[in-house]
Nanobody
Framework: VQLVESGGGLVQPGGSLRLSCAAS????????IGWFRQAPGKEREGVSC??????SYADSTKGRFTISRDNTKNTVYLQMNSLEPEDTAVYYC???????????????????WGQGTQVTVSS
């Protein structure tokens, strides 16, 4: 199982980025994929999750971030709009063997993690 994030970078406040999480070694359509982020000095927190049955968002990202997936490419995307400096963090994707998000962002509920991609929101 391997997850590879990409799409991070430097963006000005109010800008947009789309992150990708390319999966290999398993099929997305039978798993839940979560996006998490970790800012310097802070704990890792859940951002969004998608499964074949549901999708969820953290309160801080509702209305600004959109999660989607392309099963043909075995890839999950996180479209991030109206970015704020507080969104600056390393963003990780992770896979959960159970095909259900259920609003659960407990780190120990996710089985495999990617290496992360840096997102910096700054003018």
């Amino acid at each position: 199982v391997q997850l590879v994030e990409s799409g991070g970078g430097l963006v000005q406040p109010g800008g947009s980025l789309r992150l990708s999480c390319a999966a290999s070694g398993f099929t997305l359509d039978r798993s839940a994929i979560g996006w998490f982020r970790q800012a310097p000095g802070k704990e890792r927190e859940g951002v969004s999750c998608i499964s074949s049955r549901d999708a969820s968002y953290a309160d801080s990202t509702k209305g600004r971030f959109t999660i989607s997936r392309d099963n043909t490419k075995n890839t999950v995307y996180l479209q991030m709009n109206s970015l704020e400096p507080e969104d600056t963090a390393v963003y990780y994707c992770a896979v959960r063997a159970i095909d259900l998000c259920g609003g659960n962002y407990g780190l120990n509920k996710y089985d495999y993690w990617g290496q992360g991609t840096q997102v910096t929101v700054s003018s």
